[in-house]
């Protein structure tokens, strides 16, 4: 929801559509680390997008095509995740 | 139609039968597991057809409630006392995210001291939760608001939960001639469940118990008020649908004899039906005494109670829950509700922990002039 709605336009328990979930820049409350990706190691396995608990990793298609710093907050889970090591967390 | 002796929890179970809901989490508490026991054993015999869930706790119960509600699955539960309490963090959460469940209350006494009887305290925990809740006043109401309670909460302007509230071991315990509705009268009653937003709709994806900030959470708090408000006209309009089939008249509540009354006694559950044999005893003697029942305590019919008292010139309230340090919670209710009318009022506590009162109790009750707890020794208004 971009505009505060009115109560009486809301969703019975404020059901959200996946296209509003944008609307929060989640990535400004960022811890000060921020994910760097070396491509060369990266095997586009994907476990950073299906672990990121937003919606920080941005695919071009089915191939890795970086981070979308607008919702990352930085909490090192891809970097975690990612088997080769290829996500390293660096300070901004 | 067909009149069979049943408890009050067999008679829930009944009505959950002839609902045929698609879940039913539940973990059994005194005094509601007969209701449950009752169900489950229809279950096994192929003649209802639930998902029963065995959870770990009523905490579970009710947060798996809120997921097959909210999956489009027409979902009931049942719990008293201390599951209530347990589960009464989940309970505001299902009337948040407007999950339409059925819940049977068989009333009981919260510890501290533990104990199983009834009164009052479980239904007035979560009293401001947001959750409809409707009393019975014996088992033929337990099983008339059952089959009334789908069509209450699942309704498109309310879509909350709806607690089927009665009292532990005086109903749920006792044999009542009760008349069911043939099966196929409540299945048409109840109609199909739908859901706007099923939330294991793959094809138009969801969040769902989303996160509020100050932005927006006061918001969603006024549609809840709003959508509790809506449920006041429409527990009469369903009453009286189903008094069609069944040819009792349940309501927000039910006055008796209060067009000229002057002392009106108010109150919740099976001691309304204790309450009106002690008025007919004194209509006998020419006495001006009428009693209100309130069935829907929340939403609570605030201006009905007005209208039934127009006449009064004095309210006595009782109260089968304590609010230690406040007035306890009907009075205050009642208090609310005539504020400025100029009736006079007059609150008694009693019946805390399964206590009974007799007819004579409520007889002293009406002839005294002094408030307080009643049937507790030590007092001085003795009953």
């Known amino acids: 929801m971009g505009a505060l709605t009115p109560w009486q336009e809301l969703p019975p328990g404020g059901v959200v559509d996946p296209t509003e979930a944008e609307q929060p820049r989640t990535g400004s409350w960022r811890t000060g680390l921020r994910p760097e990706v070396d491509l060369a190691s990266c095997v586009n396995c994907l476990l950073c997008w299906l672990y990121c608990p937003d919606s920080a990793i941005v695919l071009d298609g089915t191939a890795f095509a970086g981070f979308d710093h607008d919702h990352c907050k930085g909490c090192e889970i891809c970097a975690q995740a990612c088997p080769t090591g290829a996500i390293e967390m660096v300070p901004e | 139609m067909t009149l069979e002796l049943l408890t009050g929890g067999e008679a829930v179970a009944h009505a959950m039968r002839q609902i045929d809901p698609d879940v039913v989490p539940v973990y059994p508490i005194t005094p509601q597991t007969p209701i449950i026991q009752g169900f489950a054993k229809f279950v096994a015999d192929g003649r209802a057809h639930a998902e029963l869930v065995n959870v770990e706790s009523e905490h579970s119960a009710m947060s798996a409630a809120i997921g097959a509600a909210l999956a489009g699955a027409r979902t009931m539960t049942a719990t008293s006392s201390q599951g209530l309490a347990l589960m009464a963090e989940v309970v ?140 006041l006209p429409l527990v009469d309009g369903v009453a009286a649908e189903l008094a069609a089939d069944s040819g009792r008249a349940l309501g927000v509540l039910e006055t ?45 019919p605030a201006v009905a109670l007005r209208e039934a008292l127009a006449e009064a010139v004095k309210a006595v309230v009782l109260d089968r829950a304590d609010s230690p340090g406040g007035a306890p919670p009907l009075l205050a209710e009642v208090s609310a509700a005539l504020y400025g009318t100029g009736v006079e009022l007059r609150g008694h506590v009693y019946g805390l922990g399964g206590r009974d009162l007799h007819p004579p109790d409520v007889s002293v009750l009406l002839e005294t002039a002094q408030p307080g707890y009643v049937g507790v020794r030590g007092e001085p208004c003795p009953v």
């Open chain 2, 92 to 231: 505001y959460i299902a009337a948040s995210m407007r999950a339409p469940i059925v819940m049977a209350l068989g009333n009981r006494a919260l510890s501290g001291p533990i104990n199983i009887h009834c009164d009052h305290s479980d239904s007035m925990l979560i009293r401001d939760s947001g959750v409809i809740q409707l009393f019975a006043e014996n088992a033929q109401e337990a099983y008339d608001l059952t089959v009334m309670a789908p069509r209450i909460a699942e309704h498109p302007d309310v879509l909350l939960p709806v607690l089927v509230c009665l009292d532990g071991f005086t109903i749920t315990h006792s044999s009542e001639p009760v008349e069911l509705l043939p099966d196929e009268v409540v299945k048409r009653f109840v109609g199909e469940y739908h859901v706007s937003h099923p939330v294991l709709d793959a094809a138009h994806p969801s969040t769902q118990g989303p996160f509020a900030m100050p932005d927006y959470y006061y918001e969603f708090r006024r549609a809840q008020a709003a959508a509790i408000e809506a449920a």
């Open chain 2, 256 to 300: 008796y004899f209060v067009e000229d009354a002057e002392q009106v006694v108010v109150s919740l559950g099976s001691t309304a039906g204790t309450v009106k044999d002690v008025v007919d005893e004194f209509r006998r003697n020419g006495d001006r005494v009428g009693a209100v029942k309130i069935c829907s305590y929340r939403p609570f």
